[in-house]
């Protein structure tokens, strides 16, 4: 026998009272079985482990049987409950909403959703005008403002062509003119990046504008600290072999203006020039034999 079933004793005892004659060897035989294996367990085991209710159930599997439903008068209160809550249940509304100007409004049961409030747009808009309103009063634009009295109003100034097809020679007399008012060091990430383009012509463009640039007095000397962010393109160019400028029309090719470009900067921005040239492009050879 199981060790689990040592509480039986007593009952099978009790049982073997009511229903034999103490003399009945059966019932002796019985008795003397179910000490045996009590004696197996020790005293916390007993302690602990305790005989279901029925003293008939299987001594093998030792499982109980299932509960049964709740019944009151023949009624199962579960399922009772169950109903009534379907029953009561708050009934959706059969019709959906469907996004206006679609073709699910021809569809049943469905009705055009209103339009979207508005009103989180305005805050927004207000919002940004906001923002705007503060860096203008903190002087954060960076424009200059002419707080000009009233009755004066602003003479527009009117382009007789398009300036991105200005040509070079148009572009040096705006340069003699706007170089030393204009902030001209901001526009260097603008170069670096049309020095990376794939147009040579581009690239060729932006290299004369550079080479005249770098021969008015200041802007030269100016420039050499931005040597690390405007030279890396030309140097892609004096690395590769093959150049990709294939043009039979007349004027210098594109590692010809590179070397130009190269030897205006040393010559224009002083002592300091060539070294960071040298820096950038290791193969550049100094045109004015410094060292």
Known sequence: MNQCYWSYARLAEKVAKDAFVVSNPKAT????????EC?????PQ???KKPPKDIFADMNTCEMKKTKPFFYHG????KENKRQQIAFQRKQNPTREVPAFSI??????TRTAPPTSTTRLNDQKMDEWGKFRIIYDGGGLPVRIDHSGTGERFK???WLSDPGTLSLENLDDLLSKFCLGLPLLDQVPA???SLYSSDNEKRKTILKLITRVTQM??????????YRQLLPPLRMVSYCGFKGDIDYRYGPTIDELVETTLNTLEKTGGPNAYINIKYIIPTYQSCTGAH
């Not at 035989?29 to 045996?36: F, G, N, P, T, V």
């Not at 699910?104 to 049961?109: D, P, V």
């Open 39 to 43: 004696r197996k367990l020790t005293l």
């Open 75 to 78: 009624r199962d209160i579960i």
């Open 29 to 36: 035989k019985l008795k003397k079985m179910i000490e045996r």
């Open 104 to 109: 699910q409004t021809q569809q049943k049961n």
């Open 217 to 226: 007095e200041p802007c030269g000397l100016a420039l050499v600290p931005y």
């Open 156 to 158: 527009s100034l009117y």
């Open 46 to 48: 007993r302690m602990t």
């Open 191 to 193: 170069l670096r990046a």
